[in-house]
């Protein structure tokens, strides 16, 4: 039997769990899924069948404030081979509301039936040589900077949302391989991550947005 691929039952494979979830983020903001309509379900160990029932019944409740909900395990590859099959049924034909979400480091870790059921998405992993030195120069240059020119970048970058998505993607980058070198990065990805998921999920002024995080940092 030849099972259909389903546009609403999604494997999100990324080493790198950071992007992953970004890229869930991603997801939600294009199909305008409010964060109250977005379950999550992990386990550090594995999910069995147990966690595979008690989500299901999830799946089956409608949105509170968006047109579609979400549901997202996390950590799938932890999935044992019952609780995938468990999942088949619903994978294969989901709530008309409902996306699901099958986060995981890679898509090997799943039964061939269940990615039949799925669109498969691979995040590669960005390696260091792909990073532009105007991002290093940036990174080095944005702490001597003076209120002036901060609201400067801030203004030139929030002309064009995709254009400020995509800066702050490329610094939070930058600044993830900064850290392996100096760990002291740590709390400036994570305010990068945040005026990220901000101007992803929400209609701030990416201006404002992108003004308060320059003059923090």
């Known amino acids: 039997m030849v099972y259909t691929v389903n546009m609403q039952s999604l494997i999100i494979a990324s080493k790198n769990k950071e992007d992953g979830e970004i890229h869930i983020q991603k997801i939600c903001a294009e199909n305008n899924i409010n964060s109250i309509d977005v379950t999550f379900a992990e ?79 691979e995040i590669k992993v960005k390696s260091k040589d792909k990073i532009s030195d105007d991002y290093l120069n940036t990174l080095n240059s944005l702490k001597n900077y003076g209120a002036g020119e901060k609201l400067k970048l801030a203004q030139d970058l929030s002309k064009d949302k995709e254009i400020a998505l995509d800066f702050l993607e490329k610094m939070i980058l930058t600044l993830r391989i900064k850290m392996i070198e100096e760990t002291q990065y740590s709390k400036t990805i994570r305010s990068f991550q945040e005026t990220h998921t901000i101007l992803q999920t929400t209609n701030t002024n990416p201006r404002l947005a992108l003004e308060n995080l320059f003059l923090n940092y």
């Open 43 to 121: 386990s550090e160990k594995s999910l069995g069948i147990e966690e595979v029932r008690n989500l299901q019944k999830n799946i089956f409740l409608k949105p509170v404030r968006s047109p579609k909900k979400a549901v997202v395990l996390k950590n799938a590859e932890t999935l044992t081979v019952e609780a995938q099959n468990a999942l088949l049924k619903i994978l294969e034909e989901p709530p008309p509301d409902t996306i699901i979400i099958l986060s995981s480091l890679k898509k090997e870790a799943f039964l061939p039936t269940i990615i039949s059921r799925c669109k498969i998405i």
